[in-house]
């Protein structure tokens, strides 16, 4: 990115602000107001009414609904006379808008009026007897008559009473002794009363009444919104449009606020592509001629000495020079600011920008981690899953989520959500698994990798290869780290606050898998029995030699000397190196409980027997099968297995039994597949706190170009 400066006499003012927007290549550096003698501008003229224009616009549209999908192209649309066609839309819509809402009030007027006229005729009662005694107190309302009836027969204020009941009304006729002996009575029964209206005659004729003219009111109203509807499809094109240009003209109109201007003379910075800087000064050019000063003031290239930047001065109003040095003495420094980011990764790779502004967006200085999150998250979440089943679930479920819904957002993160799924799936065909179960050969022989529910010796060497993925990605990470600093700093700068990790983070591993104290660790790192030696991986590695251990130690310790040359206080962090490669092993624990939870469903469900082959799920066997052996054993006969022999192609089940579990089994299941989504949050909580955390700070600016993206006008 190159930041531009334009300098010019106020006259041309509105020639450049037309050029760039019509350009849109300048994500414009806002003034700050620090230049001495310069202020931000004012408003060009129009920018009130424009505004005003759109408010008007916006409001009508949210009330008439309007969406762009909906409406469809605008290219028929015309501005012309546009101010005198948005008044008239705008008093024939609020005159609408008016009486749907005059009619919406009344029509919930009405149906309360109808709730409580409802009761009343549930009586049975005509409603001037509801009122208007002198010697009997009354109360009309839902409740327990029965209750009512208990209570007042034992009130010793009572002197007689009658109570009348319908389906869910009830009505208390009482001669009190005292004034309130009623209320008193029945304050402790479950009773809500009702107002009752100074009226007459019978309330079923009422309900009639208030229900046709419930539905009068049904029928204007929606008379009304069809006359708003027709509004719609007649105008809403031209509103569309219309908020576009108004949008577009309020940008423009807006433009000096930005700019640093004197009495005479502006002056505006921004960023530009490199590449695109040239044709940025070829416009301009011929659009103003020979009125304007325009400068490469900075060049956003990072080598080791920082940015690589032009430095040069313009004239401003009345000679005063503003210099762009960045700082130098002699002239008012150029706004300050760091370059916008434009992120382009390929479509692929692009709906995982979504994790990465999770964060935050890369700074322009920064490697932007897009494309690491997409080759290490998806490889952990399939690994810890392995599910063919679940794989096709999640993915199903991603796809979804992005047919359905159109915010970008959501999208993305279906296509993430997919992605994991397709991942899962094939770790599942590695691992010979669907839905926790082992249906199918890998190729006419056992599938190439087990998870270690089973086999100890499978779980103890995927601690191991957890290990070792740690290992790996922090490497990269503090990699990055390094040319990073390289580049913004020195080579000394990054040996000292890189380097020295990289030291330790090599040298305490490197000692762990090196035979030096062999006998304090544990057998399956290293040794004969070492994963990577014997079983379930045999390549062979049985640990590096003591020498090679030793010089591990040396390099840690050579990390902690010339991290204490730079800030000293990190070296309590020295372990960080060892325990954040460790944190990589809650990828083996995710892997090994989703893995027990769907056996846990299975077994419930199937059951399963021991003999001396193994374990083995009864799904293929007939009701009450006895597996034959000294060392046989049914661990769990399963619900599948009671009942009614059936055969059911390869599978033999009890009728009764396999019906009844089958909630059981797809509840077991969906409560796996969503606690199993969880390894998601453990895969990319050691992206952000482990990998992140070595090289990625962001902050940066997402690039904005001075402009609009029409949808509904051209330029013309």
Request: proline share 3%; glycine share 10%.
């Amino acid at each position: 990115m190159s930041k531009v400066s334009v300098t010019g006499a106020k006259s041309v003012m509105d020639e450049v602000i037309e050029t760039m927007h019509d350009l849109h290549l300048v994500h414009i550096t806002d003034y700050d107001g620090t230049w001495d003698g310069f202020e931000p501008g004012d408003s060009l003229e129009g920018a009130d009414e424009t505004s005003s224009m759109l408010v008007t616009v916006r409001a009508i549209e949210s009330t008439l609904d309007i969406s762009g999908d909906e409406v469809g192209s605008t290219a028929a649309a015309s501005l012309d006379n546009a101010e005198e066609k948005l008044e008239e839309i705008r008093t024939e819509i609020n005159k609408l808008d008016d009486r749907r809402d005059e009619l919406r009030g009344r029509q919930r007027e009405i149906q309360e009026q109808l709730d409580q006229t409802e009761l009343f005729a549930d009586l049975g009662l005509d409603l001037d007897l509801l009122w208007g005694y002198d010697s009997l107190s009354v109360r009309v309302g839902e409740g327990d008559a029965g209750a009512i009836d208990a209570t007042l027969a034992e009130s010793d204020d009572i002197d007689a009473y009658e109570i009348f009941s319908g389906d869910k009304s009830v009505a208390v006729f009482a001669r009190e002794q005292a004034e309130g002996a009623l209320e008193d009575a029945i304050v402790g029964v479950p009773f809500t009363a009702y107002e009752v209206p100074e009226a007459s005659g019978d309330p079923a004729s009422n309900v009639a009444e208030l229900e046709r003219e419930h539905e009068q009111i049904a029928t204007k109203l929606e008379r009304t919104e069809s006359e708003i509807e027709e509004l719609r499809l007649e105008h809403g094109s031209f509103l569309l449009a219309l908020e576009e240009k108004l949008s577009v003209d309020a940008q423009k109109y807006e433009a000096p606020l930005r700019f640093a201007t004197t009495k005479r003379s502006f002056v505006v910075e921004g960023w530009v592509p490199t590449e695109k800087y040239e044709a940025f000064v070829s416009e301009l050019d011929q659009a103003v001629g020979d009125r304007l000063e325009i400068e490469e003031i900075e060049r956003a290239a990072y080598t080791s000495s920082g940015h690589t930047a032009h430095h040069e001065e313009t004239a401003a109003d009345g000679g005063q020079e503003v210099a762009t040095d960045g700082g130098t003495d002699g002239g008012v420094v150029t706004v300050d600011d760091e370059p916008p980011v434009i992120q382009r990764n390929p479509n692929i790779i692009g709906p995982f920008e979504l994790l990465v502004k999770a964060v935050n967006r890369p700074k322009y200085s920064e490697f932007d981690p897009t494309i690491a999150i997409f080759l290490t998250f998806p490889l952990f979440f399939g690994f810890m899953i392995g599910d063919i089943g679940y794989g096709i679930l999640y993915a199903t479920i991603g796809y979804g989520v992005v047919a359905k819904f159109e915010s970008q957002g959501l999208v993305d993160f279906g296509k993430i959500v997919a992605w994991l799924g397709v991942f899962a799936a094939i770790f599942g065909v590695l691992y010979g698994e669907i839905l926790g179960l082992h249906f199918f050969e890998w190729f006419g022989a056992h599938p190439p990798i087990e998870k270690g529910i089973s086999d100890v010796m499978w779980a103890k060497a995927w601690l191991v290869v957890a290990v070792l993925a740690g290992w790996v990605h922090l490497n990269v990470g503090y990699i990055l780290s390094f040319i990073e600093e390289i580049q913004l700093h020195s080579a000394k700068e990054a040996v000292v606050e890189t380097g020295s990790w990289l030291l330790m983070l090599n040298g305490i591993w490197v000692f762990i898998f090196s035979k030096l104290f062999d006998g304090s660790k544990p057998e399956f790192i290293v040794g004969s029995e070492a994963a990577l030696n014997g079983s379930p991986f045999e390549l062979g590695f049985a640990g590096f030699p003591s020498i090679v251990g030793l010089v591990g130690i040396v390099a840690f310790l050579l990390g902690v000397g010339i991290l204490l040359t730079g800030p000293w206080f990190e070296v309590v962090e020295a372990v960080a190196p060892f325990t954040h490669t460790l944190s990589y092993t809650r990828l083996t624990a995710v892997l090994l409980a989703k893995a027990g939870m769907a056996l846990a469903v299975n077994l419930l469900y199937w059951g399963a027997y021991n003999d001396e082959e193994g374990f083995h799920y009864m799904y293929d066997y007939e009701p009450g099968y006895e597996p034959h052996g000294e060392e046989a054993e049914v661990v769990f006969g399963g619900i599948a297995n009671m009942g009614t022999e059936m055969t059911l192609g390869p599978l033999q089940l009890g009728l009764e039994g396999a019906l009844l579990g089958l909630p059981v089994l797809i509840l077991g299941h969906i409560v796996v597949l969503a606690i199993g989504g969880t390894a998601a949050i453990q895969a990319i909580r050691l992206e952000y706190f482990e990998f992140f955390e070595k090289f990625y700070e962001g902050g940066g600016k997402n690039y904005q170009p001075f402009g609009y993206d029409r949808e509904y006008t051209t330029d013309n």
